[in-house]
């Protein structure tokens, strides 16, 4: 009897996972991931389990390195299909199923969050730029730069992250440095004085039109590389159009326009990481970046490490975000 109970609970997990339109193939591996669920709780009836009991065992999972990002995605769906269609488990529908398979997704070396983690400078030449679209078979600007001159590209990037510069930084100087070269007909930077850097910086506003914060990002870069990597200064750089920035006037929200906007905000830890970015003036990866350690509720303070100018820095924490912060910092 019991045994039939259970024939039928499998099979009308496999019709739910056909109407998913999960391939044949993966099938017994959903019906694995379950099993295991289930295993790991033998005392305690599926109705019974709470969210708690789900995100313990989904955050134990994670911890496992030799589980693999598609397994524990496969898991996660597994699961959410077990729950909400199977069992109907009331908070199922509410629980963070996105946010699980979002933080699973693995990274690229190049992340702006994880970039220069553990590594060292320069390991080997940069390849050239992996892209899963079809697109990806051209060939780039900065590919045939790199492929003309790749000891140029890298000397420049050992240079900025021996001060260490932000990544950001390091992405816009190289690709100032490629649009320069592939300007003067991919003729090597070494031979070219600041005339050539002047001309490239008129070029900029009279044809392309940029922004000033542009231009002078342009100008910095081909300083920087010049003074750091070919060791030769261009000295002043003169007889150039300099950009315009034109007065606006802000653009200032009421009160009650900031708390309808992070109202807006579902997902809950978007909505802290929007809060600690307006009140507390952390810059984007700042937040990213931030761990449980750096936070301080006694003192309400959050400390900041290695922003920019690779310096650490305290900002205030709001009361009002204690709670929010706590909260995600255990999902």
């Known amino acids: 009897m019991q045994r039939d109970k259970i024939s039928r609970f499998w099979d009308k997990y496999i019709i739910k996972l056909m109407h998913y339109n999960v391939p044949e193939q993966y099938r017994r591996w959903y019906v694995k991931r379950v099993e295991a669920y289930i295993k790991a709780h033998p005392e305690l ?30 898991s996660i769906e597994a699961l959410r299909i077990l729950f909400i269609d199977m069992i109907h488990t009331p908070w199922a529908e509410k629980f963070p199923w996105r946010d699980y398979v979002d933080a699973a997704t693995e990274l690229p070396i190049t992340h702006a969050t994880i970039a220069r983690d553990d590594k060292p400078l320069i390991e080997e030449p940069i390849k ?45 100087y190289v690709g100032w440095l490629a649009r320069f070269i592939s300007f003067h007909s991919m003729r090597d930077p070494a031979t070219l004085d600041s005339h050539a850097a002047a001309e490239f910086l008129q070029y900029l506003v009279v044809k392309r039109g940029v922004s000033g914060s542009a231009q002078d990002q ?74 449980v350690f750096d936070l301080d509720f006694d003192y309400q303070n959050i400390m900041v490490r290695n922003a920019k100018g690779s310096k650490d820095r305290v900002v205030h924490l709001p009361k009002k975000l204690s709670a929010e912060i706590a909260i995600v910092s255990v999902i």
């Open 45 to 74: 009836p599926l109705k019974h389990h709470t969210e708690e009991i789900l995100t313990k065992y989904l955050n134990d999972l994670g911890r496992n390195e030799r589980f693999q990002v598609w397994q524990f995605k496969q």
């Open 128 to 172: 050239r730029h992996q892209s899963t679209s079809a697109a990806s078979t051209k060939t780039t600007l900065f590919d045939n730069v790199y492929q003309q001159y790749p000891n140029h590209i890298d000397n420049l990037i050992a240079q900025v992250r021996v001060r260490h510069y932000s990544i950001r930084t390091e992405q816009a």
């Open 218 to 291: 342009a100008l910095n870069a081909i300083v920087f590389f010049y003074k750091h990597v070919i060791e030769k200064p261009l000295g002043k750089i003169s007889n150039i159009t300099r950009s315009k920035k034109p007065k606006r006037l802000p653009v200032v929200l009421s009160r009650e326009e900031v708390r309808l906007f992070f109202s807006a905000i579902d997902n809950i830890t978007h909505r802290t990481m929007a809060e600690l970015l307006y009140g507390c003036g952390l810059r984007l990866m700042e937040c990213v970046r931030l761990r």
